[in-house]
């Protein structure tokens, strides 16, 4: 069960770039994945650059982004297997670097990137460096205008359908990085806010769908983020909720640096 626990949070601290905010209102169940809908012969769907620039449009728009350098979010995470809920911290700083604190009462897991190297803590496996995919897809979302520099981190862009995501009407982006398998990004054909990514990542078992909802939407120093995070991989699902955001805090590099290993966060020996 702890080893499933483990990917899960390694999971959902690589995805909260894609945009943490604050949270109140509580939308917590899981969603279905969408059963595809093909459109109507007579519609004709806009290209991927369109779509993209509406949402780069939607959540303030990429001048207010670059008005921010730095992010600390907090709010609670919560696994829909284990009783009790843990706080979340994540903290970015521009260009990219990223810190994400999971503290439990029974554990702690510490998660970072510092624009090089990335580096994790868990109970399970212990301090050690992040490489090949997992640091690949971590230097990636780490990027802190991830939002709108989409069309310059996924150069193959094409879109593929219009679906309903949880009631609304959404376009489907196929989004192919330089590096890794594609991703699809479910875009609210109304609002242009993202409600749905979804990829594939290894799981315990081999690949599984990771699928992150987004909720709440709300106005934050003159950009939009969502306030609710609802992920699910395979067989677990688990909420964060951001109840605190604050922009341009001084925030020093070497936070996102790895910390020197010690005897509570070495590697359990076999």
């Not at 990223?98 to 029974?106: E, G, H, R, V």
């Not at 520099?149 to 192919?176: C, F, R, T, W």
């Not at 939009?224 to 688990?238: D, I, N, R, T, V």
Request: with cysteine; glycine share 8%; charged share 25%.
């Amino acid at each position: 069960m702890r080893d499933h626990v483990r990917q899960n949070i390694l999971a959902a601290g690589c995805l909260m770039a894609l945009g943490a905010g604050t949270l109140a209102a509580a939308q917590t169940p899981a969603a279905p994945a969408p059963a595809a809908q093909t459109p109507a012969a007579a519609e004709t769907l806009p290209s991927a650059s369109q779509i993209v620039d509406k949402y780069v449009e939607a959540i303030g728009g990429k001048a207010a982004w670059e008005k921010l350098t730095s992010r600390v979010s907090k709010g609670t995470f919560e696994i829909e297997q284990m009783p009790g809920e843990a706080t979340e911290e994540i903290d970015a700083k521009a260009p990219d670097k990223q810190l994400t604190i999971t503290d439990a009462p029974s554990f702690l897991v510490k998660r970072g990137y510092n624009g090089t190297a990335g580096w994790e803590d868990m109970p399970q496996t212990g301090l050690h460096d992040l490489t090949g995919g997992q640091l690949t897809a971590m230097k990636r979302y780490s990027d802190f205008y991830y939002p709108v520099k989409l069309d310059e981190l996924y150069p193959k862009m094409a879109v593929k359908s219009k679906e309903s995501v949880n009631g609304h009407s959404a376009y489907v982006v196929e989004a192919i990085p330089p590096e890794g398998g594609p991703e699809q990004f479910y875009f609210d054909a109304d609002s242009g806010l993202l409600l749905r990514h979804v990829l594939e990542i290894d799981g315990p078992d081999g690949k599984v769908s990771f699928d992150s909802n987004f909720d709440d939407y709300r106005a934050v120093d003159g950009i939009k983020l969502p306030f609710l995070l609802h992920q699910s991989m395979g067989e677990f699902a688990w909420t964060i909720k951001l109840t605190d955001v604050k922009h341009n805090v001084p925030l020093d590099d070497s936070k996102f640096d790895k910390p020197a290993a010690d005897a509570g966060s070495a590697a359990p020996q076999n």
